[in-house]
């Protein structure tokens, strides 16, 4: 685990029982190009994050790091009462090419 995401943590582990937290995790499904130019996909995708206080986004197709941006874009254009979404990226896993 980030040392930047450990004091994240332990703090929202300490708001009071309450107080919901979603935590999410979302396989786009070979979410590349084809995906970021289509505007019901990403309505959908924006939609569904919009929804979690913390989300994984699995299977991001991006070489070139282009998605993360226009998506975080897409997300904090219609952001109500002054919510801020920012992403945190790992390095990339797996393989170069696509294999079902």
């Known amino acids: 685990m980030s040392r930047e995401l450990t004091p994240l943590l332990l703090l929202l582990l300490s ?4 107080l919901a937290l ?3 995790s979302f396989n786009v499904r070979s979410f590349g190009e084809s995906k ?4 019901n996909a990403m309505d959908v995708i924006v939609k ?6 913390i989300i994984l ?4 197709k991006d070489s070139n790091n282009r998605i993360c941006p226009i998506l975080m874009e897409k997300l904090n254009r219609n952001s109500r009462r002054g919510i801020t979404y920012n992403y945190v990226i790992s ?3 797996g393989r170069n090419t696509y294999k079902e």
Not at 36 to 39: A, K, L, R, Y
Not at 48 to 53: F, N, P, Y
């Open 36 to 39: 970021q130019e289509d505007q």
């Open 22 to 24: 979603r935590i999410c």
């Open 57 to 60: 986004v699995m299977e991001i």
């Open 91 to 93: 390095s990339r896993l």
């Open 15 to 18: 708001i009071h029982s309450t």
């Open 48 to 53: 569904v994050i919009k929804r979690c206080d």
